[in-house]
């Protein structure tokens, strides 16, 4: 069975700072998706960017990047110039192609202090 | 847009209630999930449903059933409510039928927070 660990629990950063939370995983699968969703307080879950095992290149989404290393299984999100919007519960997710579960990690509560 | 909507932002339920949690997607998305989130242990999934009538467990189906008469909707039933059951509990909904690209996706809606005393 595959896991998902987020190993902080919380972090804080000032605003515009630079910040990237962690995601390992376990899985014997060769290709699979890894997500990152955000969950905003009192608000509903969106996805922030998501990540094809097959794929080499790193995604990338504005101010939302990867660093996806296969091999160590490890997945991290950088947020750059990080504004209070960013404020939220962050959850890395692990799909296997056709299964349509996520498997999620136990999820990281990012505050962006002004 | 996606919309998901569940009925209720906050339920309080007595022990031994049976307690329906329902969830209406407006996509004609194939596939729908029932996850309860709790603090330090993140999204677990209960049950899924990949077309009307059909249902799979998930990880924790235990005190738990589900229900998928329409396409649009997915009900999450506590036959007899418990304390431990208290929770936050999240549907979502997907396209397609697992295949690469941007089917995968999952849209979730505002989440129902239950609270069983």
């Known amino acids: 069975a595959q896991t998902v660990t987020q190993s902080q629990p919380e972090m804080s950063v000032q605003e515009a700072e630079t910040v990237t939370l962690s995601c390992t995983y376990d899985t014997s699968e060769n290709n699979y998706y890894l997500f990152w969703y955000k969950q905003p307080p009192s608000r509903q879950m969106i996805l922030v960017i998501r990540?094809?095992?097959?794929?080499?290149q790193n995604a990338t989404e504005n101010r939302f990047s990867v660093n996806f290393q296969k091999a160590a299984k490890s997945f991290s999100l950088k947020i750059s110039d990080s504004q209070l919007g960013d404020t939220a519960m962050y959850f890395c997710?692990?799909?296997?192609?056709?299964?349509?579960?996520?498997?999620f990690g136990q999820g990281t509560r990012l505050t962006i202090n002004p | 847009d996606v919309k998901v909507t569940q009925s209720s932002r906050y339920l309080v339920k007595r022990t031994g209630e049976k307690v329906f949690l329902e969830c209406v997607q407006d996509m004609d998305h194939e596939n729908m999930f029932w996850y309860r989130q709790d603090p330090g242990l993140g999204l677990r999934l209960i049950y899924f449903?990949?077309?009307?009538?059909?249902?799979e467990k998930g990880d924790i189906p235990e005190g738990y059933s589900v229900s998928r008469e329409k396409k649009e909707r997915f009900s999450l039933i506590l036959e007899s409510a418990s304390t431990n059951q208290t929770s936050m509990y999240l549907c979502a909904s997907s396209p397609g039928t697992g295949g690469l690209g941007p089917l995968v996706e999952q849209y979730f809606g505002p989440g129902t927070r239950l609270t069983v005393t």
């Open positions: 449903s990949y077309d009307v009538k059909m249902k």
């Open positions: 990540q094809e095992a097959y794929k080499q």
């Open positions: 997710a692990f799909m296997k192609p056709g299964a349509q579960k996520l498997v």
